[in-house]
């Protein structure tokens, strides 16, 4: 089992920044790659960010250049900084990770940007 907990979200805005954090937790010891994903009211959850055990980062084009995700291995935490917030990032913000063919998603922190 993987136990992820995010917090950090808030209201901004527009322009702001913020930074979200998900603490990984559990017995299971995995070393995929981890994710944020974000889900606006009447939208489809979107992959926002990813990184591997590596450090390999990857982005959705809406984000590059404002987003930035990074990686405490020591303390099994992973972080999505937010610069230069538009409304278009308001969202629930979800904490992701495939351990083993199991998909775990932390509960959401919710971003709001007011313009």
């Known amino acids: 089992q993987v136990q992820l907990v995010e917090s950090g979200g808030g209201l901004v805005q527009a322009g702001g920044s913020l930074r979200l954090s998900c603490a990984a937790s559990?017995?299971?010891?995995?070393?995929?790659?981890m994710d944020w994903y974000r889900q606006a009211p009447g939208k489809q959850r979107e992959l926002v960010a990813a990184i591997t055990s590596g450090g390999s980062t990857n982005y959705a084009d809406s984000v590059k250049g404002r987003f930035s995700i990074s990686r405490d291995k020591a303390k099994k935490t992973v972080y999505l900084q937010m610069n230069s917030l538009e409304p278009e990032d308001t969202a629930v913000y979800y904490c992701?990770?495939?351990?083993?063919?199991?998909?775990?998603w932390g509960q959401g922190t919710q971003v709001a940007v007011a313009a």
């Open positions: 559990g017995s299971v010891f995995c070393r995929n790659p």
């Open positions: 992701h990770t495939n351990c083993f063919g199991i998909d775990y």
